[in-house]
């Protein structure tokens, strides 16, 4: 397995409180990402790292937040959350531009 | 921007029996083309991956899948299915046309064997 961890992988909050979900690899790949993962609609993007401090919007985006500060850590945070951001989240890394990605194995969510 | 349609949400079949997992996606110059499985309660793993080349790819497990341009599909197919291929199996493509690689993913088939 690629070497990505996530933490923590699994986590019970109320509503209206910050989270921040982190992946951390050892790989030294230059991409990043964050998706959620909700039955039927498979993995969707949240955002992504092209780089330290380089991020961008995925699909999602909305309520969430993303650092980068080192190549090897990558923070998603939900400054307020909700219970529609019940979901499982999933870190994954790549090398390069359209290489496959190496995902983690995912932080479960639930928003009370 | 990409689109990708699993047509199949759940697939039961019988241990030993063939199965095709369906794929299709929305038009584009080149794509490169993805199929990833789960196991419960673990991340996605890579079974293949299309860039370029022989339309026909072959992955881990026995699986293989056949790129096709003119219908836009990547099909999943193995000969023979065993217990331990119970599980959620996601296509996804990457738009070969544009800068970076992001994934759209395909709404996931999950496939049941039974004994």
């Known amino acids: 397995d690629a070497g990505i961890t996530q933490s923590p992988r699994h986590k019970v909050t109320e509503t209206g409180t910050p989270v921040t979900l982190r992946c951390h690899q050892t790989?030294?790949?230059?991409?990043m990402y964050w998706y959620r993962q909700d039955p039927g609609h498979g993995l969707r993007l949240i955002h992504y790292s092209y780089g330290v401090k380089d991020t961008d919007k995925g699909e999602v985006s909305d309520g969430y937040s993303v650092s980068r500060s080192k190549t090897e850590d990558f923070l998603l945070t939900l400054e307020s959350a909700t219970s529609s951001q019940t979901s499982v989240y999933f870190c994954?890394?790549?090398?390069?531009?359209?290489?496959?990605?190496?995902f983690g194995p995912g932080t479960r969510l639930t928003v009370l | 921007a990409q689109s990708v349609t699993q047509l199949d949400s759940q697939v039961p079949v019988f241990e030993e029996a063939p199965v095709e997992l369906r794929c299709n996606y929305s038009?584009?110059?080149?794509?490169?083309l993805f199929w990833y499985v789960q196991y419960p309660n673990q991340g996605l793993q890579l079974l293949l991956k299309y860039l370029s080349g022989s339309t026909l790819v072959k992955g881990i497990n026995g699986f293989e899948a056949e790129f096709n341009k003119s219908q836009t599909s990547f099909h999943l197919r193995k000969p023979s299915v065993h217990i331990s291929d119970t599980a959620e199996y996601f296509c996804a493509v990457s738009d070969g046309d544009n800068a970076g690689n992001m994934l759209t993913f395909g709404g996931g088939t999950r496939l049941m064997v039974k004994p």
């Open positions: 994954a890394i790549s090398p390069q531009l359209a290489a496959e990605e190496f």
């Open positions: 790989e030294n790949h230059r991409y």
């Open positions: 038009s584009s110059v080149s794509v490169y």
